[in-house]
């Protein structure tokens, strides 16, 4: 069974203070690794795929990486407008167009 | 307006009624499909369709109906409510060129509470 584990649950930051949010999978042969932004009351909202071990893609201040075993989302400087609850998903080969999500991490970032 | 619109927005009901939520996209996109969100689980796949008349079960379908006679819509119903339908129903819509990237098109939710 395909499993996505999101860490840590909730993160608090001051603005310009980088950090990284954690993404541990088990999948059974993986067709993709996307990320996700949540904002409260919305839907989510597509930021990345990653396909192979050691891809990385960027786009502002966020910065995705995958391991064999894991991703990371890397985020620099962040500003308050980064807050919202960020979502990893996996697909696998044997999933169709299935996507398991991970329960997000939750990311404030205080002025 | 183009894009993908879920109604209603809000919904209460008892225990024991059907419940209609609705979804419509207007780009055409050929994959549609219904997730429900709820704290300590994430967002898990109800059902998903690949093509108008073609449906199938994702990891939570029990409780659920949908169809999909039009490309554009796709109605989720709940025939007898439970509580343990209480939840947030996103559905999302991609094109195959989307699909395979993993690039869904998610509305902005239905919020429903069965008392």
């Known amino acids: 069974e395909d499993q996505v584990t999101q860490s840590p649950e909730a993160l608090r930051l001051q603005e310009g203070e980088s950090s990284s949010l954690n993404c541990s999978y088990t999948?059974?042969?993986?067709?993709?690794l996307f990320w996700y932004r949540q904002d409260p009351g919305k839907g989510p909202e597509f930021l990345f795929t990653?396909?192979?071990a050691g891809e990385e893609k960027e786009k502002e201040r966020l910065k995705a990486t995958l391991t064999k075993k894991e991703s990371f989302l890397h985020i620099t400087a962040p500003k308050p407008e980064d807050s919202a609850t960020y979502l990893c998903?996996?697909?696998?080969?044997?999933?169709?167009?299935?996507?398991?999500f991970g329960q997000g991490t939750r990311l404030t970032i205080n002025p | 307006d183009a894009g993908i619109t879920q109604s209603p927005r809000y919904k209460i009901t008892e225990t024991g009624r059907q419940v209609t939520l609705m979804c419509h996209q207007t780009?055409?996109?050929?994959?549609m499909f219904w997730y429900r969100q709820d704290l300590g689980h994430g967002l898990r796949l109800i059902y998903y369709?690949?093509?108008?008349?073609?449906?199938d079960k994702g990891e939570v379908p029990d409780g659920y109906v949908v169809s999909r006679s039009k490309t554009e819509n796709f109605p989720l119903t709940l025939e007898s409510a439970t509580r343990s339908q209480t939840s947030v129903y996103f559905c999302?819509?991609?094109?195959?060129?989307?699909?395979?990237?993993?690039?869904?098109?998610f509305g902005e939710g239905s919020r429903l509470t069965v008392l």
């Open positions: 990653l396909y192979s």
């Open positions: 998903a996996v697909r696998s080969v044997q999933g169709a167009q299935k996507l398991v």
């Open positions: 369709s690949a093509a108008a008349d073609i449906t």
């Open positions: 999302a819509s991609s094109d195959l060129d989307a699909a395979n990237t993993g690039e869904l098109f």
């Open positions: 780009w055409s996109h050929s994959y």
């Open positions: 999948v059974s042969g993986l067709r993709g």
